[in-house]
């Protein structure tokens, strides 16, 4: 499937296939039901059986304007019937799955799933049934929640455990797929999403600063410290570059997964330059994800809107535009994915008549981060040296090499 190339053994359709071809018999003479944690969840909740097309979309590689090819159908029957049903007639083996595993109906983004049951409301002292929408999958609900809604002009950055790096374009607009995808009807019907970041984002600068001593006596990372490090360190880290993939690199499919690295380190080196390293390393390849974006799309993105906790780190802000060479755009509400599930929510309710316009009303800004134009031009020469070194690694040429 174009935006599921390769299907990862922990994949939604992996884990089905699996326990088809291991359990046939248990598998085929109940009523099982393989659903991802979301459509349990709802169920649970309303006891309708109701899927969210962002959620099939994201991990089983489905929707219902892209449904799976009949390659895609027919190699997946041809594999049940090899392990586990040699005696089905052709795409019987397949149907059989599709039984179990694209049940109940689809909802998108802002669709309602129905009333809470009265028993789980009394058990939760409710007076009232409470309506259950549908809201898509955690990613792209941050990308509601950063109004970019059928905004193909500015690129999204969402930061956590792991970074995510968005463009939101309609459906079809790409003769070709590529590795960020894009994916379908995401997050709403009707537009697409190319989808790419750092898988270990979030893990990578917690394992840097426990390594270097910057955790506080709680156990937490000492934000204060690491602000005033970005604040009295230069562009450049005095020489010393990582690769912050510690637990995970690149999160397209098809990149073939590496170490993390650190380079250029020696005991003259100040370790707050370590600290400096890590978020430039961050930066850089966001910078080279930015204009492989470009390149598919051949759109020249405006502004940079960015979410999560990372955004209260002023001098790593100030560091991100000034190497994107972009105004970096910040959030009323850091955490822009609990900003969605409220769009989401108040269009079910029908306070207002679309999304979008759902979005333009609840959605606020804070603050808008310009780069610097010098630290740009300086960053310009270091993110190109920074990305001919680790190019392999992150499977993404030098800035120059890309335009």
């Not at 270091?382 to 890309?402: H, K, M, W």
Request: glycine share 8%; net charge neutral.
């Amino acid at each position: 499937m174009p935006w599921m190339d390769p299907i990862m053994p922990d994949s939604g359709i992996s884990k089905a296939v699996w326990l088809m071809s291991h359990y046939p018999r248990e598998f085929t003479a109940t009523k099982t039901k393989v659903v991802e944690q979301w459509t349990f969840l709802n169920w649970f909740l309303t006891e309708s059986l109701v899927q969210c097309e962002t959620i099939l979309a994201r991990k089983w590689g489905w929707t219902n304007s892209l449904p799976w090819p009949d390659a895609f159908k027919i190699g997946l029957d041809t594999y049940l019937r090899a392990t586990a049903f040699p005696n089905m007639p052709p795409l019987a083996a397949y149907k059989e799955l599709e039984r179990h595993i694209l049940s109940g109906d689809v909802k998108t983004a802002g669709d309602r799933i129905g009333p809470m049951t009265w028993r789980l409301a009394r058990a939760l002292a409710i007076r009232t049934q409470p309506f259950v929408f549908a809201v898509p999958y955690d990613t792209f609900a941050q990308i509601i929640g950063m109004g970019m809604v059928e905004e193909s002009q500015d690129l999204a950055i969402t930061f956590g455990t792991s970074q995510g790096i968005c463009s939101v374009l309609p459906v079809g607009s790409l003769s070709d797929s590529a590795a960020v995808s894009p994916i379908p009807d995401s997050p709403v019907r009707g537009t697409s999403m190319l989808f790419d970041g750092i898988a270990s984002c979030g893990g990578a600068v917690r394992f840097v600063c426990e390594n270097y001593g910057f955790i506080t006596p709680e156990g937490s990372i000492d934000s204060k410290r690491i602000e005033k490090c970005l604040d009295d360190t230069q562009p450049g880290s005095e020489g010393i570059m990582m690769l912050p993939y510690y637990n995970g690199g690149r999160r397209v499919s098809r990149c073939v997964p590496v170490d993390g690295k650190i380079e250029g380190l020696n005991q003259g080196k100040l370790k707050e330059n370590i600290i400096r390293a890590l978020f430039e390393s961050i930066a850089f390849i966001t910078r080279a994800i930015l204009n492989d974006f470009e390149r598919i799309t051949g759109t020249k993105y405006r502004q940079i809107r960015v979410s999560g906790g990372p955004t209260q780190n002023q001098p790593f802000m100030r560091i991100l535009a000034s190497i994107l060479g972009r105004d970096v755009v910040l959030f009323k509400e850091v955490e822009a994915g609990l900003v969605g599930c409220a769009v989401c929510v108040a269009k079910g309710l029908g306070w207002y008549d679309s999304l979008q316009k759902t979005q333009n009303a609840l959605v606020e800004t804070s603050q808008i981060i310009k780069p610097d134009p010098t630290q740009t031009r300086m960053y310009e020469s270091l993110c190109n040296q920074y990305l001919r070194r680790f190019a392999n690694d992150i499977g993404l040429s030098p800035v120059t090499e890309q335009n």
